[in-house]
């Protein structure tokens, strides 16, 4: 058997066993949606967090399969794209509409997340092949870009996340208070932070606010 090559994934709070459950089942339905097989594979577990890595092979045959599909025909392609995702979030937006019992709303709730993963990790992928498109076509014309460049060329600039808010407002709290050196100065601040990203805070992980 062919050894196999991975690159690195990433680290993150594990999440509760039901939405685990809901991902996995929704990246079997990748390889419906895409054509093959989700690249990313969970390594590891340790304590509350997981490690994941990403299989080259299946990196490199995701990254063909969208460049042939879109170089071929990217209005049909996007066309059928459309018309799953349409069809999906109809069935997800019905499970989770369902009044019934609190036992069927939660696992109305994972089944409706299983049908809306696979596009929010394709919506990624899409971004790292246009990515390497780009530098591809760049290089060809003696052109050097560097992938934090590319990063920024990418990235909506009037867009941040509400964890990334987060952790810049929780350092701004730091700063302020290794400055003024008071142990009692960020208390308040403290609280008022818990209150606006008490959402933030918990996503992804099991511990304690």
């Known amino acids: 058997m062919k050894k196999e090559l991975f690159e690195i994934g990433q680290e993150r709070a594990q999440v509760n066993f039901l939405v685990a459950c809901a991902f996995a089942k929704g990246y079997k339905r990748f390889k419906n949606i895409l054509g093959c097989s989700h690249p990313e594979v969970i390594i590891k577990i340790f304590g509350e967090e997981y490690a994941s890595l990403f299989s080259v092979s299946g990196l490199s ?5 969208i460049d042939a599909s879109l170089i071929a025909a990217p209005k049909k392609y996007y066309g059928k794209l459309k018309r799953q995702f349409s069809s999906d979030y109809a069935k997800a937006k019905k499970a989770i509409d369902s009044k019934k019992t609190i036992s069927e709303k939660i696992e109305n709730g994972a089944l409706a997340l299983s049908l809306l993963v696979p596009y929010i990790a394709a919506l990624r992928y899409y971004e790292v092949g246009a990515m390497r498109r780009l530098k591809t ?13 590319m990063f920024f060329l990418f990235s909506p600039v009037d867009y941040t996340t509400a964890i990334t808010k987060e952790r810049i407002a929780f350092l701004k709290i730091a700063l302020d208070y290794y400055k003024n050196q008071k142990n009692l100065c960020c208390i308040a601040a403290l609280q008022k932070h818990a209150k606006i990203y008490s959402a933030c805070m918990t996503h992804g992980s099991t511990q304690n606010r």
């Open 61 to 65: 045959e995701l990254f063909a399969r």
């Open 137 to 149: 076509l760049l290089a060809k014309r003696n052109v050097t870009v560097e992938d934090k460049e």
